[in-house]
């Protein structure tokens, strides 16, 4: 009998995985009040139009999703190449670019 191993129902927690798309709006209400948002951001704020038309999302705009949902946590996935740690530190840039990328996103 599943009584004598299975203790009462616990609400559980939901997570949400939104894969690297310019318009998650479909997903707002399916993620509300989600604890935890990951979410796919290839591109950095400067790059809006680029990822704009290439269908992809920055962390700015990844990070407007997680507060639209309500979620308690976000987590940043799918830093491509151009974040590499070959490029962390440059005369524009001295800061590793995936710190940049959370920045924009807080």
């Not at 690297?20 to 948002?37: K, Y």
């Not at 151009?82 to 524009?92: D, G, M, P, Q, V």
Request: glycine share 4%; with cysteine; charged share 25%.
């Amino acid at each position: 009998l599943p009584s004598m191993v299975v203790g009462p129902r616990l609400r559980g927690r939901k997570f949400a995985f939104l894969q690297d798309t310019s318009d998650a709006s479909a997903a707002i209400e399916p993620c509300r009040g989600a604890a935890c948002v990951v979410h796919e951001a290839t591109f950095e704020e400067a790059m809006q139009q680029d990822a704009l038309a290439k269908g992809h999302s920055t962390s700015v705009m990844a990070a407007e999703f997680a507060k639209a949902c309500e979620a308690k946590q976000l987590v940043l996935t799918h830093f491509s190449a151009r974040y590499s740690t070959s490029s962390k530190e440059t005369a524009e840039s001295p800061r590793d670019p995936a710190e940049r990328l959370g920045d924009e996103a807080r």
